[in-house]
């Protein structure tokens, strides 16, 4: 078939670039898991890389003409192709359990969504890699003390080490988007697992950010903390102010507050 012709809805700018798209590839190191899923293959520009590459590549693709062209053109993705919207679909009817890699060229509408659907899984995905709108990849790795750095920015950087690869110019892209795009690569932390409730670290970070130009003292008042933990010196502060780290001593302050 003819190539496919990008879909405004759908948020699609299809990479033309070869040397940007085994770049992209080649950000992953391959260990922790014999399986990488691609979001957003379109025309597999990216895909044709991957399966190069000593491990087994899904895809999921919910634009059906996509799903077609790859049928035709990649015949080593038979089977291997799920045409779901990722950000609906239990991955686990595919990996069972299984570490997998996400890696992709994802639509920027819909690009912070999957990074939270993405958190989900950490129990099984051990490295996530691919190219968001510039801004917000940047966001994903900012560090305390930004005004980009927000929730994102936290919940990422609690499970993963965040790094900020590339940045790739609008003009490689068909259409060419109106912002340039970023590369990052998280790899999980070794010991992922919060000592502190996860649940609730999620409600607080998410809470405090909603109210960001407040302070703690204000921004925490729904979750009824006592009066004597307001008066602790770290809810003078606002979110921004708070590394990962600190984060994580709130969320064990506020627990044995009894929240």
Known sequence: MEKVKAKKHLGQHFLKDESIAKDIA???NLEGYDDVLEIGPGMGVLTKYLLDKPIITYVIEIDTESVT???????????KIISKDFLKYNINEIFEGKQFAIIGNFPYNISTQIVFRALEYRNQIPEFAGMFQKEVAERICEKKGSKTYGILSVLAQAFYDAEYLFTVDENVFIPPPKVKSGVLRLRRKENYSLPCGEKLFFTIVKTAFQQRRKTLRNSLKTLNLSDNLREDSIFDLRPEQLSVEQFIGLTKKIEADGV
Do not use: H, I, M
């Open 26 to 28: 080649d950000t992953l």
């Open 69 to 79: 062209y790859l049928e035709e053109n990649y015949p080593k993705l038979k089977d």
